[in-house]
């Protein structure tokens, strides 16, 4: 079993439920993690994710061991028959096949460059992780998804559900870098499989990519597109149409309560980090509706619901 | 149980007899820890404090998580109400409480800026992450104090307690750069706890910050003060007054055998790590009269005490 | 018991028994390392030999911690009698016993500078660790030897002896940069103690240090070294005679299944990592002679059954 996206989960209702589970017998398979070994692979930094993935591997009694590729490792190459007399010093296909037999689950955490839409979309890092390692693949991030990340904001949801059909904003918020899509896909993908009414909005040219964005309603008006919300999503993303661009630093997208006064008492979620009064105001981060917080501690749950799951299978 | 400060232990000498019968028998609580996280946040380098602080908690059958801050995380940003628009990527408002809700209790290392006595004597950083992480706090070395090496110090002093009251000397030792005061101020917050003589010396102007130094004597004359020491502590920092500065690098003040001649056959002690032949001299540190290595290996038994309490009190 | 060689084994068949043993039965001694630790120190690099050597000792049901040196640490000295006003902070003998105080086992990964012949011959890093632990000391590769993968290769060896006395080749290879003699001496200093024809083929002025290579034969013609060969190591390294220089980047020396026609269908070995296409061709490395996955995959159990020896000399 791979997790990658929310398509390696048939049933995402039932399996937010055993995340919830967990959430209260954390330690209650302890055994099945006995002498099993989780890799963590990071080409990039990570807080969250780091720890909550390594929280969740020994509440299930598994060892951890962890590569910062590029620092503590050798420069990894991913062209397929380079010659290999420049700056990476070992080549995927002889790296991820050690990984393999020494772990018996990999976890990969690869950013997009921005630089090459085909390039990012094609996921050839995790891609060949997932060939040379052949063993089950935990993202932990990839160049379009972040999988864990929306397990845990599903779960968040599922535990603040209102009792109607509730409404769920995907916002675009300002952002002084080119920042990857892949949070923003991810909870599309996954919100798109929820009993939710779902709207996107963003400035015009920030369309993403509708693989992941699917028949979720695209609204430019944010003001129109948040009355009535239940959940408000905020995150910013780079142009998905001119590929990894900066179109727009409007801060007046940037939530404040004022945003929210035609919502139904709104929660407000974020993945973080978060740029504060760039992204997303203080006065919402540190008020009585944010849930930033409580997605954060689901991730040791998102985690170990996910991490139960390929060890049953191994 | 926050453990910040000589403050947070009422019972110095009872809690100095703890960690020395832990000493004798590390593994006996071992059940303390048992599924209990600790947090490990490096905002600066560190061996002794990193390595003797995981396996104090290994030895009390704790996980350990660590974070390199800047390394493999995310640049913290410590400002309130800052518009983060430029290099810090997250807020320790956003990252202290996913620390605290991840870990049982929480370690952070984070030096002086040694630009603002302001600043620094605010304790900003170790302040914000007792604020939000909302665990118990291990100081791995604040801005203006180092207790668990203070606490190993007096546990290596008990251990060497002659039959007499002792006599403590903190003398400065030149360095070439400028360094913080911490361990410094900790030994003499410590050492004024207990039923000693404490004189500290060092040149003019390198007056401590006299919250730490208290009721000790301080004698600007190095010789003299040395006179019929019992124990002689070694330590750089730069000026208090003159904030963060360098106003002495005379070597007379590095301590050779020669300047232990009038001494009470003192043991030398030092928090390492030492500039060798710049601080001290190798006559000493290889000498029958350090105790630099039995300070080291104290810190383990040092960690474990503190966090066998915190692990009590949890 | 110190691991540096193959000269601390005194029955390398026996010893590599006991680690194919190993491989079937992984978890059969968790009792030996229950409470103890192992210190790994990173000087350098690690991608192998940093999990390998972790997961064995996980395996025996160690304890591990981890220093990356010069990183999360501090920049370690190691001239006697220096004065300590640069760039360097703390001395070995004042780190090292610190190190032997923490943990049971020490293990360091310390390259050699490839500057100056007799500085890296003295192997005055790892003799330093050695003296100054007083601890079992474990080789992660030292200036001269890199005894875990030699053990690893006599290992894959040993499974995939033929009926027949068999025929070692260790060739030289192309490489853009100075790579240093670890491997291949180490490789000549462990074959030499088995039962085998072994030849070793480079240009001229490669010539290894006759301490390892000892009675091997020299062939400059790989071609002729080639001819009936069951198993060839591939691998580069700088010039010993001018030493650390590179005297040649002769492309014919990369073997491709061209070179192999006239071998017993030779097994092609690497130490990982490698350039592909300068120092080994694509063809090989991936098509079915090729043990390099075998060989990494029998770097834990060549570093279980050292660690266990280890433990059971505790």
Chains 1, 2, 3 share one sequence.
Request: hydrophobic share 40%.
């Amino acid at each position: 079993m791979n997790f990658t996206s929310v398509t390696d989960i048939l049933d995402v209702e039932t399996f937010v439920q055993e995340a919830i589970a967990l959430k209260k017998t954390p330690f209650a398979f302890q055994h099945l993690g006995k002498n099993k070994t989780l890799g963590l692979v990071f080409l990039n930094p990570s807080l969250r994710t780091r720890l909550s993935t390594q929280i969740a591997a020994q509440n299930l009694g598994m060892n951890v061991v962890i590569v910062n590729a590029d620092k503590d490792s050798w420069a990894l190459e991913f062209q397929d028959g380079a010659v290999m007399d420049g700056n990476t010093v070992e080549h995927i296909r002889d790296a991820a096949p050690v990984l393999g037999s020494y772990c018996d689950i990999i976890g990969v955490r690869c950013f997009p460059g921005l630089l090459s839409k085909a390039v990012d979309d094609s996921e050839h890092i995790m891609r060949q992780f997932i060939q040379w390692t052949n063993k089950p693949y935990l993202s932990l991030e990839s160049a379009t998804l972040h999988p864990l990340q929306s397990l845990a904001d599903t779960i968040t949801m599922a535990e603040h559900r209102p009792a109607h059909r509730p409404r769920v904003v995907l916002t675009w918020a300002p952002h002084i870098k080119p920042i990857p899509h892949a949070v923003a896909n991810s909870f599309a993908e996954w919100t798109n499989r929820l009993e939710v009414d779902f709207v996107i909005t963003h400035p015009e040219g920030y369309e993403l990519n509708p693989r992941f964005s699917g028949n979720a309603r695209i609204e430019y008006n944010q003001q129109k597109a948040l009355e009535g919300a239940d959940f408000v999503y905020v995150k910013n993303w780079s142009s998905y149409a001119e590929y990894g661009k900066i179109l727009s630093q409007d801060t007046s997208w940037m939530l404040t309560n004022k945003h929210l006064e035609n919502t139904n008492n709104a929660r407000v979620m974020h993945c973080l980090p978060v740029r504060r009064n760039v992204e997303l105001s203080d006065e919402i981060l540190d008020g009585p509706y944010s849930l930033v917080q409580e997605q954060a501690k689901n991730r040791v749950f998102a985690a170990q619901a996910v991490l139960k799951r390929m060890l049953e299978n191994l």
